[in-house]
């Protein structure tokens, strides 16, 4: 089983992209626990609480010699967020629109190893994880090839973009490794300048205290009040800082059924889910990766989407 091998498996499986990192000690992985001891990872007690664990992914598995990164498109043909001039719009991240990524890219990365152990000629240890394990997979990404970590600190990859979601296998193979993949930021500074809350503080370095997308997804209990006037119509997560992307002028679309829209989501208003019931909303976040908040959070997050709204029509 060659490398080549298992990237045709992996596209066969619906991945659009799959590169192999080495499992070794990469310079990058060290800027997490300066980034925790910053306080930048606010309340998230997975990311504190782990921060020798996740400092190399051989703490995870001690045998393992490459990561096998996968990344796949949810991107789809509805209008960027930053492009609604709609007044009243909801505002919905991008890739909480379908189904929830961790069980769909979760099961095509159980086909994938599955198939791995049938065809390799012989025994390895491997553990696959999707967004939540303990695994910086973002570096693992950058020296996979598949993008690099831009100033917004996403993974871009110059011919699909950032709307990406990545998932990976720790593997004890010695398989052929990829090119990592170099900055294509250039002088470009869009992101930086468009947060509306200053929470990227430089270049790649992302204060989750200042962040939409933790303050509306991650937070619990009431938001800091003086964030609240900044978070806009945003209900969940935010895509400013992907949005204004010159990568994403031309991201890739993808037709993949799961991250289509549901209609309970698609093009809605602050006032289309003030209306919901609190049964419609809880069929409507069944298997939806915006479970994380529970209803609570969603309405919390829909009563500070009115002030704001409110607050800004009276303007
Ligand atoms: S997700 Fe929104 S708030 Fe967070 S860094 Fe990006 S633009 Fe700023
Ligand atoms: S907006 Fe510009 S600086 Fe920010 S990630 Fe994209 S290319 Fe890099």
Redesign the pocket.
Known sequence: MTSADIKAKAQELGFDLCGIAPAVDHPELAFFADWVRRGYAASMRYLTDQVERRSDVRHVLPTARTVIMTATVYNTDRPYSTHCRESGRAHIARYAWGDDYHEVIGERLDRLLTWMREVSGEPFDARAYVDTGPVQERVYAQYAGLGWI???SCV?NPELGSWLFLGEILCSLPLEIDEPSFDQ?GT????LKACPTGALVAPGELDSNRCISYLTIEHRGELPAEMTPLLGTFVYGCDI?QD????NLTAAVSPDRPWQPRAAWDGRSVADFEAMSDEALQVALRKSPMKRTKLAGLRRNIAVARKNLTAKEQA
Do not use: F, H, L, S
């Open positions: 831009g100033k917004n871009i930021c470009c500074t869009e992101c800082c204004v992307c010159p990568w």
